[in-house]
């Protein structure tokens, strides 16, 4: 099964709440979500790396979930909609941001040579998860919770405020279970390829 092809599957196994056939439709057919790469030179650089990079956040959120600790000490229950939907659609803000181009690398022997990678170049520049939940809410209503995992997805990482960040993850610990998922997927599983 592609990537593609599983990406849909678990969409439509979780994701039903009204408007999510109408996003599913701008994935497919209006975007280039299931082409583009999730980077222009780290995890995910390459054709369809942003739908394998969605599905391996989504492996990692529903692992990081199925902790007891997480469950019966953080009260971190949230269903398998809301899981699918935070993990999936995180990154929608890459959408239509990557294009094909080149770069010149140093060989070992002291030459140079043009390599291919992605030039990053974004048409509506709302920010990182503020731009993916506009998206998101587009389509599909999104919780608090579920808004607030999304925007703030980057964890510390991210240029946000310190402050705030450590606020939403207090309010919303969907929004740190989302930003370990993000880290664990992206270092760990995808890394730099």
Partial sequence: MSAKEEFIEVYQAH??????????????????????????????CYEGGLCEHSLNVYYCLTDYLARERVQELYGLEPSEETVAIVALLHDLCKIGCYHP???????????????????????????HGEKSVYIVNGYL????????AIRYHMGFSGDDDKRNIGKAFQLYPLAFALSVADCEATYFLEGNH
């Avoid at 109408?22 to 995890?43: C, I, Q, V, W």
């Avoid at 690398?105 to 990053?120: A, I, L």
């Avoid at 209503?141 to 607030?148: D, K, P, Y």
């Fill in 141 to 148: 209503r999104l919780s608090r919770e579920e808004a607030f």
């Fill in 15 to 44: 994701i039903t709440r009204p408007g999510g056939d109408a996003m599913l439709e701008y994935l497919e057919h209006k975007s280039d979500f299931f082409t583009a790469p999730s980077s222009t030179r780290f995890h995910g």
């Fill in 101 to 127: 181009g080149t770069r010149n690398v140093k060989g070992p022997d002291g030459k140079w040579s043009q390599v291919p990678t992605y030039q990053f170049d974004d048409p509506m520049p709302y920010g």
